[in-house]
Structure formats: structure tokens, C-alpha cells
């Protein structure tokens, strides 16, 4: 690893919160759970397309602040971040860029879409983010010449250990086998969203486990989530041609 800050790219509802918990377990890494997210959704002046005047607002959170205070945070050591692409147009930049060792974690549209819709019925389809995600990955292989290392969801959750071991080969760190394994229990640290609705499974769990790959019906989706799908596959098929396995 060369940069200061780590930074595996996702999209909601990918198992990323899994991933950002296995890494905090590792114990050598400052962990940041979507610091631009807090921004987008409930920053001074929230960008999310939903928002309206009743939503959170925290007085003094912008993209500056937040900008500042995680590049605080590496003179203290390494620093890992799990966040979307979806949050990161107020800021982007070359120069911003380079401040990360970049990957990406993918995961079928149709069941990103599925379960968020089961959260929120009422999604945009600016919060879904693959459109953003494909849009980093074109500009990063540009920029660098050649593609950041991509794993998928599904192959995280089937093979996990093997998984992490060549995504920590691939961005330049160690593979910590220990990590993959903790206790049930609270999870406060990634729960600023909603009291943390979204991250039950994560509190029910007690590690990166294997799991056996699931399929979801297309042709039982509400019309909502079809049409998404619809427009985000192409995305999503193009960074899997990418992925590592």
C-alpha cells in the first residue's frame, strides 16, 4: 500500500459494512464508515434527492470538513474508508484522488435493488450508485493506466477468506485470517444512518462466513426495481469483466 487512505468503493447494499467490520478487526487501520455519506445525507446542506425540510441536518458537516478531518486522520497512521461513489462529485478531483489506494466491491444489481427496496420503496435512482461507481472505475484506469482490483459480492461471500486474502495482495497489505471472525453485538461505529436499520445481519453475525451463492427472480421484482435494473447492468457488467477471483 502506497497512499495513505485505503478505500474500497461500493455501492448500497453490497455487503461492504461485512467488509469495513472485517477490516476493523484487523486493528491496523483508522476506520471510517462513509464520512462523505454522513455528508450527502444528513451534512449542513444534505444532497440526497429525498430531502426535504424535515430531514437531519448536523451544523458544521460539509465536504470541506470532512475532507479535513479524514486527512487528519492519516497523519495518526493508515486510514481505511468504505463509501460510494454516489457521494463524492462535490469533491472530486485528481488531486483527491491520489490520496487513495483504490478497489472496488461489486454486487449483482438485482439483489443491491431488491434489498434496498425492501428498505426503501420509494428509492431514486440517484441512491443507488453504480452509475457513479462505473464512471470512478473509467477514471481511475485512465488515470493509472490499468484497472483497480475489483471483487464481487457473491464471490466475497462464497469463498471469503480466499477473497480477502487476494484483495489484500492485490492493494498491497497483509491478509489477517483472525479478522474474518468476531462476536455478535452492537455495531455503533457504522451505524450513523437511521439508528442502523440497514446493518441488522451485521449485529446477528459472528464473522465473514462461507455462504451459498442465492439467485433472485427477475420476473417477481416489483416494476420499480425492474426498471432500475434495467438501467445499472451495463454498469455492473463492465467492472465484473475486471474482478479478481
Wanted: charged share 25%; proline share 8%.
Amino acid at each position: 500500500m502506497k497512499k495513505p487512505i485505503l478505500a474500497l468503493w461500493a455501492v448500497p447494499r453490497s455487503t461492504s459494512t461485512a467488509f469495513e467490520w472485517m477490516m476493523r478487526q484487523r486493528g491496523d487501520f483508522e476506520c471510517l464508515h462513509e464520512p462523505f455519506g454522513e455528508v450527502w445525507y444528513q451534512g449542513e446542506s444534505p444532497l440526497w434527492p429525498r430531502a426535504n425540510s424535515e430531514s437531519v441536518r448536523t451544523p458544521g458537516l460539509t465536504y470541506e470538513s470532512c475532507w479535513t478531518t479524514l486527512k487528519s486522520a492519516t497523519k495518526h497512521g493508515p486510514v481505511f474508508i468504505k463509501e460510494f461513489p454516489l457521494y463524492l462529485d462535490p469533491i472530486l478531483s485528481d488531486e483527491f484522488l491520489n490520496y487513495f489506494e483504490h478497489s472496488f466491491l461489486i454486487r449483482d444489481p438485482l439483489k443491491t435493488l431488491m434489498s434496498m427496496y425492501s428498505k426503501w420503496s420509494d428509492f431514486d435512482i440517484k441512491e443507488i450508485g453504480f452509475v457513479e461507481q462505473r464512471e470512478l472505475f473509467d477514471r481511475l484506469c485512465d488515470q493509472q493506466g490499468q484497472a483497480p482490483p475489483v471483487i464481487d459480492s457473491d464471490d466475497l461471500m462464497e469463498r471469503p477468506s480466499e477473497m480477502v486474502e487476494l484483495w489484500c495482495r492485490a492493494v498491497g497489505i497483509g491478509f489477517i485470517p483472525e479478522a474474518l471472525s468476531w462476536e455478535p453485538g452492537p455495531r455503533d461505529e457504522v451505524s450513523w444512518w437511521n439508528g442502523g436499520s440497514f446493518h441488522q445481519n451485521l449485529r446477528d453475525s459472528d464473522g465473514l462466513k462461507p455462504q451459498k451463492r442465492t439467485n433472485v427472480s427477475f420476473d417477481e421484482a416489483p416494476d420499480r426495481v425492474k426498471a432500475a435494473y434495467e438501467i445499472v447492468i451495463p454498469h455492473y457488467e463492465h467492472l465484473r469483466h475486471y474482478k479478481i477471483d
